[in-house]
């Protein structure tokens, strides 16, 4: 059985914990294969809630095996409070696997983070301030912690020292701030390495050894297309590639394995923290937006930057991720505009242009071009098929699908589990 990848095809939030718990129940694996706990999915099983912001949604499916895959910088603290969040609410985390090879933030990398993004004022990134790039950082610079060294003090200690050699000197000399004691690292990270223990294994031997045994494997982005450290909004992006060539680096897998990218769309746009952002609204448009579709980042508890669908995002996602469907989620949030504007096209210095710019002022300074169509108010958060949706709702989705490059395959109507049209199957 072919690997599935799903990711989001804007600035993130798009909904693919949704996506993903959907597919949990089909699936025997999911994956996620970068970032950090600089990501949230929200999902809602029944009348149960629940925030995810390190762990793979697929934790909540029965059955399925979640991964936290080698790309993933991995926060102790935090992953050992979600577990615990869960194990309280009665739900099985045993079968978590951790990469070995997935890399530690420490307690100097959210410190160094933190100075960072204030002492840049108004040009700072808009980072979640919770030491992922740093982090990653680190990893480039061959300075990074990874989960195996917590079972070698003398390995842990001798990086530690050499990582707070530079970092000291720059906290205490650039940021008038107290030098970090390498004991006290060392001690709070082997705090948690029997806790994690026995969730560490070679997972890129498990997932290649589940695909030759026909096992159904998903790998899970987080952030969204946008943010890529390589085909994002730079310098306004996460520190990863959340695009599906980052599913074959982040948890080793070859890209022989991947036949289906699924892509998340939002039924309009959202992002979080600074950058541009053509279609944004800053009127009573934006605000029912981000009211009606409880836009607030689930790790961040930032309100999101709300605007109209934007087609030209939608097709360079399409193009960099190599998309074979999209989930489009929230729908019914549009429900009651009489119109509904969709960008489908920018202006740039007078010109009509049809493809996201390369260049980053270019981007700075493209205005939308819209074309609107007809709303609809009827609820549709009971529709069980396409043809349940009104006509209004059908022709939206189907205008979006023709501008965006491919199909749509499944359609979120309402927040739960079962509020989901399934038009093609994705397995």
């Known amino acids: 059985m072919p690997a599935l990848v799903l990711l989001g095809a804007q600035w993130g939030d798009e909904g693919k914990g949704k996506a993903t718990d959907l597919l949990g129940g089909s699936v025997d694996y999911v994956v996620r294969y970068q970032g950090g706990n600089n990501a949230g999915h929200t999902v809602v099983v029944g009348d149960q809630k629940y925030a995810l912001h390190l762990l793979p949604s697929g934790i909540l499916s029965p059955g399925c095996t979640p991964v936290i895959g080698n790309g993933v910088v991995v926060d102790p603290s935090v992953l050992l409070s979600e577990l615990s969040g869960l194990n309280e609410r009665g739900v099985d985390t045993s079968k978590l696997l951790i990469s070995g090879n997935a890399h530690i933030i420490t307690p100097y990398n959210v410190t160094v983070d933190k100075v960072t993004e204030r002492f840049l004022g108004k040009r700072k990134i808009g980072t979640t301030g919770r030491g992922i790039g740093p982090t990653y950082a680190d990893k480039i610079n061959r300075v990074g912690i990874r989960v195996q060294d917590l079972y070698d003090e003398s390995i842990l200690t001798q990086k530690v020292e050499?990582?707070?050699?530079?970092?000291?000197?720059?906290?205490?000399?650039?940021?008038?701030?107290?030098?970090?004691?390498?004991?006290?690292?060392?001690?709070?990270?082997?705090?948690?390495?029997?806790?994690?223990?026995?969730?560490?294994?070679?997972?890129?031997?498990?997932?290649?050894q589940a695909l030759e045994q026909d096992k159904v494997v998903l790998f899970e982005g987080g952030q969204g297309t946008l943010l890529d450290i390589d085909h994002g909004t730079y310098p306004f992006v996460t520190s990863s590639n959340p695009t599906a060539g980052g599913a074959c680096t982040g948890a080793g897998v070859g890209p022989t394995k991947i036949s289906r990218v699924i892509g998340i769309l939002k039924a309009y746009t959202t992002r979080v923290g600074a950058g541009p952002f053509p279609t944004e609204l800053f009127d009573?448009?934006?605000?029912?937006?981000?009211?009606?579709?409880?836009?607030?980042?689930?790790?961040?508890?930032?309100?999101?930057?709300?605007?109209?669908?934007?087609?030209?995002?939608?097709?360079?996602?399409?193009?960099?991720?190599?998309?074979?469907?999209?989930?489009?989620?929230?729908?019914?949030?549009?429900?009651?505009?009489?119109?509904?504007?969709?960008?489908?096209?920018?202006?740039?210095?007078?010109?009509?242009?049809?493809?996201?710019?390369?260049?980053?002022?270019?981007?700075?300074?493209?205005?939308?071009?819209?074309?609107t169509l007809p709303g609809w108010s009827e609820d549709i958060t009971k529709a069980k098929s396409f043809s349940d949706l009104p006509k209004n709702a059908q022709d939206y989705v189907k205008a979006l699908e023709e501008m965006s490059g491919a199909p749509i395959s499944a359609i979120g109507v309402g927040p739960g589990r079962d509020e989901t049209i399934e038009i093609n199957s994705f397995i």
């Open 162 to 208: 050499a990582a707070l050699d530079v970092k000291n000197q720059i906290l205490t000399k650039l940021y008038n701030r107290r030098a970090i004691a390498v004991d006290q690292v060392v001690e709070e990270l082997l705090g948690y390495a029997a806790q994690i223990e026995p969730y560490v294994a070679d997972t890129v031997l498990v997932l290649n």
């Open 284 to 371: 009573a448009d934006g605000e029912a937006l981000r009211r009606i579709g409880g836009e607030r980042g689930v790790t961040t508890g930032r309100d999101r930057r709300c605007g109209w669908f934007d087609a030209v995002i939608a097709r360079y996602a399409t193009r960099v991720n190599g998309l074979t469907d999209f989930f489009l989620t929230k729908l019914d949030v549009l429900t009651g505009w009489e119109e509904i504007p969709v960008c489908v096209a920018y202006e740039i210095d007078g010109k009509r242009v049809e493809e996201l710019p390369y260049s980053q002022s270019d981007f700075h300074h493209a205005k939308p071009v819209y074309e």
